[in-house]
């Protein structure tokens, strides 16, 4: 059974910053690209950033300079270090399975998300 | 980026009854190599992430209900609940990942 774990959200301040993990098993995780995709309160869907199965990484315009998506595969593990938060990146944190190696971010598995909320 | 419009924002349907969401891409998800159109789509029910529904516009998941069905015109997509049940209460995405990814915006379904 394929199972995606987020941790590592909290309450931060304004330019302050956070390190996401996503803890994946259940399936190889280094044949699959990966994504962080957020939701803000009472909002739809937005796509954060990816991550190819060898490291190649994408972000969203907002976050790029700020954001860094990065994964290792001897743990299983996807990270997202986020640094100079702002009040608009607050939301709830989603770790996404795509379906393939790269560039077909359709997501098939999610995980149950952690909330990030940037406070002055 | 490719603007992702839903409509209607919500919809009550009765039980039984059909229920069908739109979605208009701004700009063509067709890719002319592969002949099929780069849109998803996503059920996401209270409090719990989202559920893959439909890819490449037409492909339902496996496990996912046959009374889900996608269906495709140009830039114009159409997400059908043939029939809709109790368990189906949840806001529905679509979204493209023709050029990296965007989602439109979400449409409650209730029942009436």
């Known amino acids: 059974e394929v199972q995606l774990l987020e941790f590592g959200g909290g309450l931060i301040q304004t330019g302050g910053s956070l390190r996401l993990s996503c803890a994946a098993s259940g399936f190889t995780f280094s044949s699959y690209a990966m994504s962080w995709v957020r939701q803000a309160p009472g909002k739809g869907l937005e796509w954060v950033s990816g991550?190819?199965?060898?490291?190649?990484?994408y972000y969203r315009d907002s976050v790029k300079g700020r954001f860094t998506i990065s994964r290792d595969n001897s743990k299983n593990t996807l990270y997202l270090q986020m640094n100079s938060l702002r009040a608009e990146d607050t939301a709830v944190y989603y770790c996404?399975?795509?379906?393939?190696?790269?560039?077909?971010?359709?997501?098939?598995?999610w995980g149950q998300g952690t909330l990030v909320t940037v406070s002055s | 980026d490719i603007v992702m419009t839903q409509s209607p924002d919500s919809l009550a349907v009765s039980l039984g009854e059909r229920a069908t969401i739109n979605c208009k891409s701004s700009q063509s998800v067709l890719s002319s190599s592969s002949s099929k159109s780069h849109v998803a789509w996503y059920q996401q029910k209270l409090g719990q992430p989202p559920k893959l529904l439909i890819y490449w516009a037409s492909t339902r998941e496996s496990g996912v209900p046959d009374r889900f069905s996608g269906s495709e015109s140009g830039t114009d997509f159409t997400l059908t609940i043939s029939s809709l049940q109790a368990e189906d209460v949840a806001v529905y995405y679509c979204q493209q990942y023709y050029s990296s990814s965007t989602f439109g915006q979400g449409t409650k379904v209730e029942i009436k």
């Open positions: 996404a399975k795509e379906v393939a190696a790269i560039g077909v971010p359709i997501f098939d598995y």
């Open positions: 991550i190819s199965d060898i490291g190649s990484a």
